[in-house]
């Protein structure tokens, strides 16, 4: 069991928009910076966000993240079938001395 | 263009030793800390370990504090994860990643902030 709580799966048909949520705790969301990535299997990861919601140079604005307490959410507007792909959320958890990352959510564009 | 390609995995048998490498390119190596991030088949990522820019402070994750050792040698420009007394547990893709660090000042320590750029990994099997 992750630290961080995201739901397995999300499904959108193109142009829609979708958010997947990452639940957790003071110990980590509610004190730390969410970073959130994208991950195509047999791929590096990619930074989509970081300081919750700051976006790294070259990724469109389609990509969106926020904070409210010990959640965090990652926002796709426009999807694209290239859109699919794994998201997975991260912060530092103070309680346990380490980063922590959510189980991932797998993003289906039908 | 940043870069970092890992090399050195394969097949090992439970309680052997392994070393995998990272080649970085496209930035100033000695300046950034580093870390190693794996993913076990069909698992989300896990954080493994960080190590600061000169070596002198290094961090694991619980799972493996005692077995993996970071190192780093930055005239070559390399990151290094040494795995010994290896699990069926440790089969994952390690990732190797730059990890940007700020200074939290209430606590007195750095604190690592994001991964900005990863490799494509190397896959480690743990096996009999």
């Known amino acids: 069991q992750s630290v961080l709580t995201q739901p397995p799966s999300v499904s959108a048909t193109p142009g829609q928009k979708v958010t997947i949520s990452c639940s957790g705790s003071?110990?980590?969301?509610?004190?730390?910076?969410v970073s959130w990535y994208q991950h195509l299997p047999g791929t590096a990861p990619k930074l989509l966000i970081y300081?919750?919601?700051e976006r790294p140079s070259g990724i469109p604005d389609r990509f969106s993240g926020s904070k409210s307490g010990t959640s965090a959410t990652l926002g796709i507007t426009g999807l694209q079938t290239g859109d699919e792909a794994n998201y997975y959320c991260g912060t530092w958890d103070t309680t346990l001395s380490a980063v922590v990352f959510g189980g991932g959510t797998k993003l289906t564009v039908l | 263009e940043v870069q970092l390609v890992e090399s050195g995995g394969g097949l090992v048998q439970p309680g052997g030793s392994l070393r995998v490498s990272c080649a970085a390119s496209?930035?100033?190596?000695?300046?950034?800390?580093m870390s190693w991030v794996r993913q076990a088949p069909g698992k989300g990522l896990e954080w493994v370990a960080n190590i600061k820019e000169d070596g002198r402070e290094r961090y694991y994750v619980g799972s493996v504090k005692g077995r993996f050792t970071i190192s780093r040698d930055n005239a070559k420009k390399s990151l290094y994860l040494q795995m010994n007394s290896l699990r069926v547990e440790d089969t994952a893709v390690y990732y190797c990643?730059?990890?940007?660090?700020?200074?939290?000042?209430?606590?007195?320590?750095?604190?690592?902030?994001?991964?900005?750029?990863w490799g494509q990994g190397t896959l480690v099997t743990v096996s009999s």
């Open positions: 003071s110990s980590n969301i509610g004190n730390n910076y």
């Open positions: 990643a730059r990890l940007q660090v700020y200074y939290d000042y209430v606590g007195g320590s750095y604190r690592p902030w994001y991964f900005d750029y």
């Open positions: 300081n919750d919601n």
């Open positions: 496209g930035f100033v190596f000695s300046n950034y800390w």
